[in-house]
């Protein structure tokens, strides 16, 4: 079974502070994605990395993958209240199967003004 | 672009009734169907998936059972609510590389 570990589990900051968000694994993910979730609702795709050492920005955020595609950080520049909420990492699986996705177990971000 | 209406939003059942929780997809055919259940401000788990009409995955056991009657739709249910059912239940359909759609969720509790 693959899993994928995130840390801090909880993390709380001020405005303008930077953070990051780290997502690892004993195995190899053939691409990962990072979903960020508010109460309520369903988990929205921010990003989809697929090769090793590569790193994607977004505004504000910056997505890398590691170079053995088994981890990947999430760094957020100059946080905003309208960032807080519900950070997934989420591995897609080599082997193709339908059954391919492994969450992480979260980082539950709150960005005080 | 695909879409997933997942309802009720929310829902409280008593111990020993039934359930059914419905989740219908727009925007593409034949799609992969999942059914997660999140506890508070953590991960998925993942209960059933669904590659076909009929064909339904369980990846733990447990009270629930998922069926496809047709292809954008993907139906959770319980013959008999157990406490520990009660959760966030969200229904997903994939989306190839672009990642996975999300419904909005059922907030289910068992009282």
């Known amino acids: 079974t693959q899993l994928l570990e995130q840390s801090p589990q909880f993390l709380s900051i001020q405005e303008g502070e930077n953070l990051t968000v780290y997502c690892n694994s004993s195995?190899?993910?053939?691409?990962l994605q990072w979903y960020r979730q508010e109460p309520g609702e369903g988990p929205v795709l921010l990003v989809t990395v697929v090769t090793g050492g590569e790193v994607k920005k977004l505004k504000r955020l910056t997505f890398q993958f590691g170079d053995a595609r088994k981890d990947s950080s999430l760094h957020i520049t100059a946080a905003q209240p309208g960032d807080t909420g519900l950070y997934l990492c989420a591995g897609l699986s080599p082997s193709g199967s339908a059954r391919q996705l492994t969450f992480g177990s979260g980082t539950q971000l709150t960005v005080l003004p | 672009s695909q879409t997933i209406h997942q309802w009720p939003a929310t829902l409280v059942q008593p111990v020993g009734s039934p359930l059914s929780l419905e989740c219908t997809v727009e925007?593409?055919?034949?799609?992969?169907l999942y059914w997660y259940r999140q506890a508070a401000g953590r991960g998925l788990q993942l209960l059933f998936y669904s590659v076909g009409i009929g064909q339904i995955s369980s990846e733990v056991p447990q009270n629930l059972s998922a069926s496809r009657p047709q292809d954008r739709q993907f139906i959770l249910s319980s013959k008999k609510l157990l406490l520990s059912d009660s959760g966030f239940y969200l229904c997903a359909c994939t989306g190839g590389f672009s990642g996975y759609t999300f419904g909005s969720g059922t907030r289910l509790t068992v009282v």
């Open positions: 925007g593409t055919s034949n799609p992969n």
């Open positions: 195995s190899v993910f053939s691409s």
